[in-house]
């Protein structure tokens, strides 16, 4: 089986969004006296805004699809405006390790199971396998950071920490809501750069009062200024135009899972960056997590299939796939690339 075109380049674009938003941790802690909440309205608000406001022409031309689906733009809007509150919240009360893992190891498995309760798609063994292997080295590269940074099994058991695990599955659950509505609104011929311009551009509309009450300590100095713009053009703008022109090509299940790359990036730099040191198993961790993105993107074994005789059904279909995904998301070449990204159609 050939790889579907723009799947790998979709694969290459969730992987470099995921290096972006891996410099979010590092980038805090040059601002130290903006809270969590600032830091998750700044950048998620006026970067969702700047998507839409980009994203201008294309949401006009798109606006009685966008009407149609206003239930779906609308769950994926409050979703963006939830996630990065609860993302940054999370670190703060149960540290950067906790709350990572919990806020992102856990998003492929919620954005899986919703993709199998609403769309009714299966899991292949090679998602599976790749599940395990990223959650695996995800907690190995927590646990680690978690040891270096004086985390203790006293710490974990506070109202404080369980309370910051609470909010890092929020975070889990709210991304993989807002990757599956924004894939569902793209594969229902919805332009990408529109799609991505209302879902985040009503969720930065959201955090905008947000931003109003808790922001103040980014205008204190210049470097907290230049935090705020750094978290809302590159992470945040940059990151999720490459991530909404993947959801055009690949599914939102394998697009969350890509991006446990997010916390092995966070990792590495506050090791360059921060001084922070990492253990071995840490070290381990980040190679079980490249395996999990080599396993998911990896080009499938070809398929081999017994000669037909000419006029056959199956050779006409064979002859008509090319391996290209339609522009509309219609089905065709998307039911062929189902195994490669890691899920299909439930028989």
């Not at 599955?169 to 991505?196: C, D, G, K, N, Q």
């Not at 980040?286 to 059904?313: K, S, Y």
Request: net charge positive; hydrophobic share 55%.
């Amino acid at each position: 089986m050939r790889r579907p075109a723009g799947v790998g380049m979709g694969a290459l674009c969730v992987l470099a969004a995921s290096v972006l938003w891996g410099t979010t941790g590092t980038a805090a802690t040059f601002a130290p006296d903006v809270g969590p909440l600032a830091i998750g309205a700044v950048a998620m608000g006026v970067g969702g805004l700047l998507q839409a406001l980009f994203a201008a022409p294309q949401l006009r031309r798109a606006a009685p699809l966008l009407r149609d689906r206003r239930g779906t733009v609308a769950l994926g809007a409050v979703s963006v405006a939830v996630y990065p509150l609860a993302f940054y919240s999370s670190m703060h009360l149960a540290g950067v390790a906790v709350g990572t893992v919990v806020s992102i190891g856990t998003a492929p498995l919620v954005s899986a199971l919703i993709e199998r309760a609403v769309d009714g798609r299966r899991l292949t063994r090679r998602w599976m396998t790749a599940a395990f292997l990223g959650l695996l080295g995800t907690t190995l590269l927590c646990a680690a950071e978690a040891a270096g940074t004086g985390g203790s099994a006293e710490a974990a058991a506070t109202v404080t920490t369980l309370l910051g695990v609470g909010l890092g599955l929020v975070a889990a659950a709210t991304y993989a809501v807002y990757a599956w509505a924004a894939h569902r609104l793209i594969t229902h011929e919805v332009p990408s750069r529109a799609a991505m311009g209302a879902v985040f551009g009503l969720g930065g509309l959201l955090l905008l009062p947000v931003l109003a009450l808790t922001g103040a300590p980014l205008v204190d100095s210049w470097s907290n200024a230049a935090v705020g713009i750094y978290m809302a053009l590159v992470p945040m703008f940059t990151g999720y135009l490459l991530f909404g022109w993947a959801l055009a090509h690949v599914r939102a299940s394998m697009a969350t899972m890509l991006s446990l790359l997010e916390p092995a990036v966070a990792a590495v730099l506050a090791v360059q960056v921060v001084d922070e040191r990492l253990s071995v198993s840490g070290w381990i961790g980040i190679v079980f997590v490249i395996a999990c993105l080599v396993v998911l993107t990896a080009p499938a074994p070809a398929v081999r299939r017994r000669r037909q005789p000419p006029g056959h059904p199956a050779t006409v279909r064979a002859a008509g796939d090319d391996g290209a995904r339609p522009a509309n998301g219609t089905p065709g070449s998307v039911e062929a690339a189902d195994e490669l990204l890691g899920v299909g159609r439930r028989k």
